[in-house]
């Protein structure tokens, strides 16, 4: 079996170029969504020019599933590496850990609940495809835990509790400037985004 060549600095180059388009892209998309979010303005974003965009990425389009499969692989790979830390073995422990680790992830990339609320307003191909391609598993995933966590019953669904994780794990992290000026609390202070984790994991999972 031949060894992986080493990567060359124009490798490299290729490389961190593509993350700086790609991260400035969900940026972008978060506060903009598809329609109001060009290329040119992506570029700008990260210091590439626009042809520099399209050789990469070909169109908004691709950019665009490019950026959300970013965004969600991140997600998933941060909630997992924080489950794994800690990886607790009776099953409403490990419920409220995975719970936790969705809203620690939230404050670190509140551009995720953006992203989600100006994609998710209009029932067309791009929802279809964000759903198969990258929430589903999350969805899925979060299903399975809670109901050997004893969670989900008649009364407490699963798409409940999900949307439930989903809205009171990331809206204090995706309007900052709102919340510090309502209730005079800073979501970025590290211990307040501790506490909330806990809050939100013990809503969903309550002591016995």
């Known amino acids: ?6 990567l060359t600095s124009r490798d490299r180059q290729r490389i961190e170029t593509r993350r700086r388009i790609i991260e400035a892209a969900v940026a972008t998309f978060a506060e903009r969504g598809f329609h109001g979010a060009s290329t040119r ?13 399209t050789y990469h990425f070909k169109n908004k389009d691709n950019l665009w599933r490019r950026a959300a499969e970013h965004l969600f692989a ?30 620690l992830m939230a404050a670190e990339h509140p551009e995720l609940m953006r992203f989600m609320v100006q994609e998710g307003s209009v029932d067309d191909e791009r929802v279809q495809w964000l759903i198969e391609h990258c929430e589903r598993m999350l969805y899925q995933s979060f299903g ?11 009364e407490r669904p699963a798409h409940h509790l999900y ?15 709102l919340c510090r000026r309502l209730t005079g609390v800073d979501p970025s202070d ?4 501790e506490r909330h984790a806990d809050i939100v994991a013990r809503l969903l999972v309550p002591e016995v």
């Open 1 to 6: 079996m031949k060894a992986d060549k080493p």
């Open 41 to 53: 303005e992506i570029a700008g974003r990260c210091g590439v020019t626009q042809g520099l965009v």
């Open 74 to 103: 991140t997600m998933l790979d941060g909630i997992r590496a924080r489950v794994d830390r800690g990886a607790p073995h009776e099953p409403r422990s490990l419920a409220r850990e995975v719970v936790r680790a969705y809203v």
């Open 144 to 154: 399975g835990i809670m109901t050997l966590a004893g969670v989900i019953d008649g």
């Open 163 to 177: 949307y439930v994780m989903a809205g009171a794990g990331s809206l204090i992290f995706s309007i900052p400037a």
């Open 190 to 193: 590290a211990e307040i985004i």
